[in-house]
């Protein structure tokens, strides 16, 4: 079972596992993105409509998936769904938090627990869709990777857990994956900078409006890369705990293994200088940040 495959990561893992011959369960939200993928599918796979934070619906699918693979039990569950959200903490709503770690944080606990029945019956193995957010958080970005550390630190505990059962537990860490998300994150932060009061323009003028230049340069490795490595985490003998995915995600895992002081010089160094360092922005940028900064 994969969730969020109607796009990006999701997509791609349901593709590859359905070419290599496995019943393939991949939900969706909308049914257009059913009727799409399961026209570039096989037979064998099979779309659920499914919302990861509705706990009906979530029930529902885990008792359609326990009713079609019975005693054989589920070989293989990636949580994959999820949302990118981003911000200035001072400046952050405590209620897009918690949308943010309702959908990338407690959703996959929930659908796993729904679905531990048929994983214990076939020692399924489980893989989290994680990030390089999951480990090394960085300015705009804080609210995705409290999400994604939350989701690591459940990764580690569910694994240890699950070991006397035989059932493994694998966080995937991708950097940035060339997806749909880019224009998805590209409008999330347009809306999201129309709420901030003029006083965040003055503060951080230079660092919003490198965060809107840079979702114009989508980037990453292809989401195909993500589904390579979570085929091989599902047939391999003995998979590893973790595995980073992209080069920026190795450079990430690189800089955080550093003493903090030096870390912090590292990535503040990439960013624009702002707030007491940076020259006062001209008042034309801060009223045309206030009202688009993406123009």
């Known amino acids: 079972m994969i ?12 593709l590859r596992m359905d070419r290599a011959g496995w019943k393939v369960f991949a939900t969706v939200r909308k049914e257009a993105d059913a009727v799409r993928l399961e026209r570039d599918a096989s037979p064998r796979l099979h779309t659920l409509m499914l919302d990861v934070t509705d ?9 359609t998936v326990a009713g079609a693979v019975g005693g054989d039990g589920l070989h293989g569950l990636v949580n994959n769904a999820g949302i990118a959200v981003g911000g200035l903490v001072e400046y952050l709503d405590p209620a897009e938090l918690r949308r943010v770690l309702e959908t990338n944080t ?4 929930s659908v796993t627990r729904s679905l531990m029945p048929s ?7 489980i893989v989290m869709i994680s990030s390089i957010a999951g480990f090394s958080s960085t300015p705009l970005l804080s609210p995705y990777s409290a999400s994604k550390f939350a989701l690591e630190a459940l990764t580690d505990g569910l694994r240890l857990e699950l070991n ?9 860490q991708p950097g940035a994956i060339k997806t749909e998300i880019w224009q998805k994150a590209h409008s999330y932060v347009e809306e999201e900078l129309r709420k901030y009061p003029p006083e965040a323009f003055e503060k951080y ?17 292809d989401a195909d890369e993500v589904a390579r490595i979570v085929d091989m985490i599902l047939t391999v003998s003995r998979p590893k705990a973790r595995y980073l995915v992209g080069r920026d995600a190795v450079i990430r895992n690189l800089i955080e293994r550093l003493p903090t002081s030096l870390r912090d010089r ?9 707030g007491t360092d940076a020259e006062a922005l001209p008042n034309e940028l801060q009223e045309a940040g206030h009202e688009d900064l993406s123009q």
Do not use: F, H
């Open 3 to 14: 969730t969020g495959a109607s796009s990006g990561i999701g997509r791609a893992c349901a």
């Open 106 to 109: 407690i959703a996959p606990l």
């Open 55 to 63: 706990p009906d619906q979530i029930e529902e699918a885990a008792r």
């Open 164 to 172: 006397p059962w035989g059932i493994e537990v694998v966080s995937v």
């Open 119 to 125: 994983l214990r019956r076939a020692k399924g193995r």
């Open 266 to 274: 590292v990535i503040l160094s990439r960013m624009p200088k702002y």
């Open 205 to 221: 003028g230079p660092l919003l409006e490198r965060i809107s230049a840079s979702l114009d340069k989508p980037r990453g490795v």
